[in-house]
Structures are given as C-alpha cells and as structure tokens.
C-alpha cells in the first residue's frame, strides 16, 4: 500500500502506479496487483478496482485496508499521506496480531492437554462411580441412606462438563486469536476429538477396573443374601 500510494502520488495516476509497483516483487500479491492493472485498463473505477483488490485477497486485513484506500482515491485525498498512515496501522496491526498468537499458543498448550487429562479422568470416575451405583443397589434394601446413581446420569453429568470445558477453553482462545470466524468452531472442534478419543480409550481401559470388581461384586452378592 505504501509503494502503490507513493507511486500513485508522482504519477497522478492509479494505472500508471500499478505499472510502476508490478516492476517490484511482492510474492502473492504479484497476481492481485495485475488484475488490478486490468481492471484499470478496462475502465472500472479506480475505487471498485482497488476494493475488488481487497476482496479477491481473502484477508480481512487486506479488504479493509483497501477499502479505507478506495475511500482516499474517491474524496481526493493526499495518496502520501494515506498510504503512510495504512502502512503505520498494518505493521502495528501485525505485531498486536503476533502478541496475540503467542498468547493463544501459550492457552491452547494448557487447554489440550488439561482438556485430555479431564477427559481420561472422567472415564474413570465414570467406572468407579458405576460400580459404587452397583455397589448402593445391593445395600439399599437395608440401608436406603445411599441411592443408586443411573449409568446414563454419569455420562451425562461429564460429557456436559466435557463440552463446557471445551467451549470456554475455544472461546478463549477465540477472543485472543481471532482472526477469522472459524477459529472458535476449529478449536472446539478439535477439543471435543481429542474428549471424545481419550475418553473412549480411557474407558475401555477402566472398564478392565469393572471386570476385576466383578468378582468382588458377586462376592458381596453372596454377603449380603446370607444377611
């Protein structure tokens, strides 16, 4: 934007400064620049082409520093002075945004694995909480203190901590980050995966905790039919 907008102000002529900047490599810009160029040639208006330019970038960043550009060319503005003060807020503009993916770095390596950790821990609470369920229906003839707790109550009761927890770690990490739209739903996404992986490994594991209690569980059986 700088060297359009200084070459814009020595040749009075947007045309002529995309000729004079396409000289100049700017790696995947090269291509918007000379549709710009084409644009021009086949008589769009300057403020359309430079926001077609925008659009056709695919960056936020890009699109509204050329509309803000687009604006400058239709009121006449001093192309200098403009292409400086958009140059000034892109380059502040990419260190906040770096500060910012550090930051959302540093979030996501506590978030995945706390988020795998919670996950294992809940398929195991999960088991054990199923066998002291067992464990309440055997002894609630006699001793109604401790009610039984429902299988399906458990995994409802952790798969909503689950997702609780993964949508306030991406929304997080969201309001840091957030440069696109996308980043929330990529992050949950990619949270509830890793949730639902390590709890189903982890359960399967723990489940091998039931077996074992099995005996126990008959044994207890036994107990408490001779009570």
């Known amino acids: 934007m ?3 907008g200084d070459a814009l102000e020595v040749s009075g002529s947007l045309k002529s400064a995309c000729k ?5 490599d700017y790696g995947p810009l090269n291509k918007l620049l000379k549709r710009l160029g084409k644009r021009l040639e086949l008589g769009f208006e300057q403020g359309k082409a430079v926001e077609m330019l925008g659009v056709e970038s695919l960056s936020n960043l890009i699109l509204s520093t050329c509309r803000i550009e ?16 958009i ?27 706390l988020q795998a950790i919670f ?15 067992k464990f309440a229906k055997l002894i609630h003839t006699w001793f109604p203190v401790i009610t039984p707790i429902s299988y399906d109550t458990i ?5 909503g901590l689950m997702l609780a927890m993964a ?16 980043t929330f739903t990529y992050q949950l996404g990619m949270l509830l995966t890793i949730s639902g992986a390590v709890y189903h490994l982890a359960l399967l594991a723990s489940m091998k905790l039931l077996n074992l209690a099995s005996g126990f569980m008959s044994g207890m059986e036994e107990i408490v039919e001779g009570i």
């Open 2 to 4: 700088k060297s359009l």
């Open 20 to 24: 004079v900047v396409s000289i100049n």
């Open 70 to 85: 687009a604006d400058s060319l239709r009121y006449g503005s001093r192309q200098a002075i403009t292409s400086k003060a």
């Open 87 to 113: 140059h000034d807020y892109i380059l502040s503009h990419l260190a906040n945004r770096k500060k910012r993916r550090q930051v959302a770095g540093a979030i996501r390596g506590l978030a995945l694995p």
């Open 119 to 133: 996950s294992a821990l809940s398929a195991l609470i999960s088991v054990l909480t199923r066998i002291l369920s």
């Open 155 to 159: 995994t409802i009761y952790f798969s």
């Open 167 to 182: 949508v306030a770690s991406s929304y997080m990490i969201y309001s840091i980050e957030g440069d696109s739209k996308f």
